[in-house]
Every structure is written in C-alpha cells, then in structure tokens.
C-alpha cells in the first residue's frame, strides 16, 4: 500500500525545504512553451507536434482490419490523409466498423450505429487543421486534442476532448507566445462547447531596459471552466441513471470555474540546460484554494537528447482539486469518486485539506525514442495519480506507441486493473513497401444501459499500405 499521512512528517518537512531552497535557487527547468500538446499515439507524422516539416509531405493511409469493440466483433476499414505544407497541415478519415457477430445484446444492425448517430460524429471526418506547431510562437490547432495542458499543468494537465468510444468532440487550441507575453486557448468542441480555458501571461520586465535575465520573468492570469458541469444525475423510480441517446441526464448542473495568478522566471538559460521556478495560486468556484510550488529543469545535449523533469508541491484545501481538467475528465466530470467531479469537489463527506508532491521526468532522443512519467500523490486514499507514455516513431521498420493514465488510485498493485484506466497502444511493422501489418488496443470509455460509465476493450488486427510523399 502506498503510506498515507495525515500529518507532517519528517519527509514532509524535508521535501517543503527542498522545494523552497530548489525554488529559491532556481537550478532546473524547461520553458513553459515546451509543456504543449503530446503526441496522441497512432496519428499520423503530419499530426505529430515537433520541429520544422519539409513542405508538400503528404502521407495516405488504407488499412483492414478485425476487432472488437465492447461486446462485439467487427471487421474494420480505415482510410486516412494527412498533408503538411511548411506550417499549415490538415488530416480527414473516414472510419467503418462493420458488425460481423453481434453479442447480447443483440439486433444492432451491420453498421455500428453510434459511430454516426449525432452531428457531431460526422464532423470527425476532417480529424484535424492546424498552423504552425505547439513548440513555436503561433500554434493553433481544429479538431481531435490530445494531451493539451495550459500553463505550468496545474490546472488544464493532458485533457483529451475524445475519450467517450461513442461521442466525437472538435475542439480548438491556440497559442500565441511573444517576447513580451501571450495567451493559450482551449475549448473541448465547437458544437456545442462545455469547457473552456484561457491563460494571458505577460513578461512585464521586457517592457524597460534591463537585463535580459530579468526579462524573462512571467505573470500570468488563467481561467479554465465547465459552464454546464453536472451535480446531480436524473433517475427513474428504480434509482437508476436516466439516459438519452447514450448520454447521462444532468438533474442539475453549475460552472465550475478555476481562475488565479502564476508566476514563473527562467533564472538560468545555457546551451546546456535551462531553469524555471514556478508559483501558482488558484480558486475553484471561490471555495476552494490550491498552491503549487515548483522547479521545472531540462537538459539538452548533442544529437538532439533531452531530458526534462518537473517537482513540486501542493497544497489543496477541502473543495480544491488539483489537474482538474485532466486526461480523463470527460469522464469525470459525470463520475468521479462519489458521484459527479463538481459535486464531490464542493460537498464530499470525505473531503479535506490535504497537501502531496507531483514528479515528472521525460527523456527525448531526436525523432526516434519519448518516453516520459508523471506520478503523483496525495494524503489519504485513492489520491494517487500515474501517466505515462512511450513513442517510437522508427526504430527499423517499427513503429510503436503506449499511453497509459491511471487516476485516483490507492496501492500500486492497482496498476494491473484496468478499470477506469486509459490505455491506447499501437504497434505498425513493415512488411514490404507500402504494406503493413498492424496491432492496436485501446482501453475506452462507453455508457452501460444502467446508466454507468465503464471502459471496454476496443482492439484490432490488420493490414494496410501508407505512401508518403
């Protein structure tokens, strides 16, 4: 089991000290620029966030596939494109699922209905436009998001706006970031939205003559919403979750809204490495108050090697949540703990003030390897959190990715149950050519008939050819 406190320890107190001399004298970080937009494993190269892409590549993919999704088994026919042009790019698909045994329950029909049941199923047929990419001064990006984070991730920490098998989201995220400050904007779909961020940041210090040191000194104001987050959940007369076309029937709902002020200052900046302090302060609904006090380091070396790392500490009051748009929030925001995220946050019978430390460490070799880890913990129970993520775009002629999320658990032997656990792997091996093969699974989200929120397998086997140009 992993040891709860529920007061300060020895290591409490010493790690406090080690933030507050690691902040003080401010030897690690990377900039904040860099904390953008993961790579969702199993896009396509025009979809991946990185450095500069040669103008006019172009790749078309055609695969076929069997698999199996919840309780039944399909043959599956994917057509893809993706094009990049210097900054601009765009990707569509056209996905089929086509039932060939159809479990209990039974009488769905060929065509797996809840892949194009709403408008907005229809609108994941253009997956994604963007322009520019998340490390450079101008990015903004329509369609599918993946691991987008605001900030120093306090508050907007990996969010996927797509994590429901059954409900597509087209969302925007933008940033701007100049010399002398910027805004990132986030929003989880455009037909119609729920959740929205922003975060304005200025460097104020670049506005006078002084020392470039002091210029990159960073205040910044977010702002981060649910304006439709739900509270109470309608039931029948058998206490059961009402539900309508595969949708929970919010009873009532409220904004849960998260706004206050960061600080961060890049100290050190060498070729070698580079360092940020960071501190955030911030409110949920004006209940709630959490502080995050953090150093951010990243090392770069010949060859393209990095390695970045993150710690810091937080406290967070009774009806304060960290990371509340998280990875899995989609999900969350309907059943947390007890009940919905809002609700439980502001009226748990077991919340309470409750302070813990967050660790991050990624390691980036050029094009060919990623492979990162985010763990996290709190006092009391079911207050651990563990991300992490693997990416090798070309080793020969493989390519494999793994993303894997586990929330709110209490004892490391959890990480085998994959119950309420985000995982998305894929593997590609080339055959000859254009030919492939391929393996993918996906642990995801759908709606039981009674009501509930559970993950199922969603898996498949194939092949299929890819020409880039």
């Known amino acids: ?17 080690l933030m507050v001399l690691a902040w003080l004298s401010a030897i690690w970080t990377i900039p904040v620029s860099a904390y953008a937009e993961e790579n969702p494993p199993g896009k396509m190269p025009a979809d991946q966030p990185g450095g500069d892409t040669p103008q006019g590549i172009g790749e078309v993919d055609a695969a076929l596939g069997f698999g199996g999704i919840a309780e039944d088994y399909f043959v599956r026919l994917r057509l893809g494109a993706a094009f990049q042009f210097d900054k601009f790019g765009f990707g569509i698909q056209a996905p089929m699922n086509l039932r060939v045994k159809d479990n209990a329950p039974t009488g769905e029909g060929v065509l797996r209905n809840e892949d194009w049941d709403e408008f907005s199923d229809y ?5 994604y436009v963007q322009y520019g990419f998340p490390s450079e001064p101008v990015y903004v990006r329509l369609g599918e998001l993946a691991g987008v984070s605001l900030g120093h991730q306090t508050v907007v920490d990996r969010y996927y706006n ?21 805004v990132e904007v986030l929003l989880d779909h455009i037909a119609p939205p729920n959740l929205f961020g922003l975060r304005g940041f200025v ?18 104001l977010t702002f981060a919403a649910d304006f439709v987050a739900p509270t109470e959940l309608e039931t029948d007369a058998n206490n059961r979750l009402e539900t309508e076309n595969r949708h929970l029937i919010r009873d009532n709902s409220a904004v849960a809204a998260i706004y206050g002020l960061d600080m961060d200052w890049e100290v050190v900046r060498t070729e070698l490495f580079s360092v940020i302090p960071y501190f955030d302060v911030l409110f ?12 951010m380091l990243n090392f770069r070396f010949p060859d393209n090697f990095r390695i970045n790392s993150r710690l810091e500490w937080r406290f967070a009051s009774a009806h304060y949540q960290p990371n509340y748009f998280n990875s899995i929030y989609e999900i969350e925001r309907w059943s947390f703990l007890s009940g919905p995220k809002l609700d439980d946050v502001l ?29 996290e913990d709190y006092q009391g129970a079911n207050n651990s959190n563990l991300t992490l993520r693997l990416d090798l775009p070309t080793i020969y002629v493989v390519r494999l990715s793994a993303y894997y999320a586990k929330r709110n658990f209490d004892s490391f032997s959890d990480l085998g ?35 509930h929120y559970d993950t199922v397998n969603n898996w498949a086997i194939g092949a299929g050819v890819s020409f880039r140009f």
């Open 1 to 17: 089991m992993l040891h709860k406190r529920n007061s300060i320890s020895v290591f409490d107190a010493f790690f406090c000290g």
């Open 123 to 127: 609108l994941k047929i253009l997956r």
């Open 162 to 182: 797509v994590v429901d098998i059954n409900h597509y989201k087209m969302g925007i995220r933008a940033t701007v970031d100049m010399d002398y400050g910027g």
């Open 203 to 220: 460097r104020p210090l670049t506005f006078f003559e002084t020392d470039e040191i002091f210029k990159r000194f960073t205040v910044g």
């Open 284 to 295: 949920l609904n004006g209940a709630g108050v959490g502080t995050h006090l953090g150093t």
């Open 347 to 375: 009226n748990g019978a077991n919340r309470q003030s409750r302070h813990g430390a967050i660790g991050q460490l990624e390691f980036h070799l050029g094009n060919y390897l990623t492979v990162s880890g985010t763990y």
């Open 417 to 451: 149950n994959l119950d309420n656990t985000m995982l998305v792997t894929l593997a590609k091996v080339d055959v000859i050519g254009p030919v492939y093969v391929s393996a993918e699974y996906a642990r995801q989200w759908h709606l039981d008939d009674d009501g």
